[in-house]
């Protein structure tokens, strides 16, 4: 289960460095997942991951911000720093 989420952050990662319409689309239903604001997308290890590998700093302050908000919400702190390791340099 957890492979495909780790697949599926770095094609999304590869898909906003690459950039375009594309890359543009896939960033912002990872950013409405990621705020609970996208009617299908859900926040997940996918959304994490693929924030967090990619080149864009906006990203990583998005994430930085869910990190903060978490608070007590143990599962979803874990899973951010779970990812961070391999996070854009």
């Known amino acids: 289960h ?3 989420a780790d697949t599926m952050g770095i094609l999304f990662a590869a898909a906003i460095n690459a950039g375009g319409k594309s890359g543009d689309a896939v960033f912002d239903i990872l950013c409405a997942s990621c705020r609970n604001e996208h009617e299908v997308g859900v926040m997940g290890r ?3 991951r693929g924030l967090l590998a990619c080149k864009r700093t906006d990203a990583w302050e998005l994430i930085e911000k869910t990190l903060l908000a978490a608070q007590r919400q143990e599962g ?3 899973a951010i720093l779970e990812c961070v390791d391999e ?3």
Do not use: C
Request: proline share 8%; no cysteine; charged share 10%.
């Open 2 to 4: 957890y492979n495909i």
């Open 76 to 78: 979803l702190r874990q």
């Open 87 to 89: 996070a854009h340099p």
């Open 46 to 48: 996918h959304v994490i």
